[in-house]
């Protein structure tokens, strides 16, 4: 089943002589459980790809249809509703509610589409225990590492069963060890709880982690390569390989 459909997608930015293509003719599918990465250089047009894709931003052509539908269609309202029921967000710098404890922060979205009482607690319990975060959720995010607020904030993204999740430089403010403990994590999301994740990264290493990585450039797919049967140390070797080629891209030091 096709999860994410795009087709034509532009992005322009300025207007009349000052015009800059962002995105120039974007297609892509995403089939559900599938763990897709996307990485470019610096300026490739990565992030504002995210950004159109997530509903964050609107792009200024093509369309764009998640479950089947045409999420430029939307009013501001059901835009509002659609994002909190079917998405979930994995950001780089976590954004949980300093106010909130670590439940309160998981539980939030469902709290705001009340969701019952006991559904959230079956809820929060199975994936508190999946990530392993039973004790630290009633601390508040300034009492928890890094590695613990980034677990916090994927629980949050995959607790209102999304169908889709976003992943913006998820490890982009990690040291090496929360970094590689985060993607293992996505990885359990996606194997575990069959969630469809988009990652947006600059860093080959986490792109390993990955089924499927589109590579951009200029505003279009350069190319797009499949992991298969490789294992994550040759599917790593041959996105640096791609990103050779691109003429940038960095990477950890370890496999």
Known sequence: MVVLEAAGVKKVYG?????????????????????????GPS????????NVLSTIDLPT??????????????????????????????????????TLTAKENISLPLALSNISA???????DRISKLLEIEKILNKYPYELSGGQQQRTAAARAIIS???????DEPTGALDSKSAYNLLQT?????????????????????AS???????????????????????????????????ATLGGGGHHDFI
């Open 15 to 39: 207007e009349r002589g000052n015009i800059h293509l962002a995105l120039n003719s974007i297609d892509l599918q995403i089939a559900a459980g599938e763990f897709v990465g996307i990485m």
């Open 61 to 98: 052509g093509g369309y764009i249809k998640i479950n089947g539908k045409n999420i430029m269609n939307l009013s501001e309202h059901e835009l509002a509703r659609f994002r909190r029921e079917e998405l979930g967000f994995i950001f780089q710098d976590f954004n949980l509610l300093d």
């Open 186 to 206: 996505i990885s359990l999301l996606n194997e575990k709880e069959d969630a469809t994740i988009l990652m947006v990264t600059h860093d080959a290493y986490a």
């Open 161 to 167: 069963n999304p169908s889709l999740i976003f992943a």
């Open 209 to 243: 982690f990955c089924k499927r990585v589109l590579f951009i450039k200029d505003g279009v797919i350069f190319t797009e390569i499949y992991k298969g049967e490789q294992s994550r140390k040759q599917f790593f070797q041959a996105i640096i390989d791609i990103l």
């Open 118 to 124: 006991k559904e959230i607690e079956k809820r929060l």
């Open 43 to 50: 300026g490739a047009g990565k992030s504002t790809l995210l």
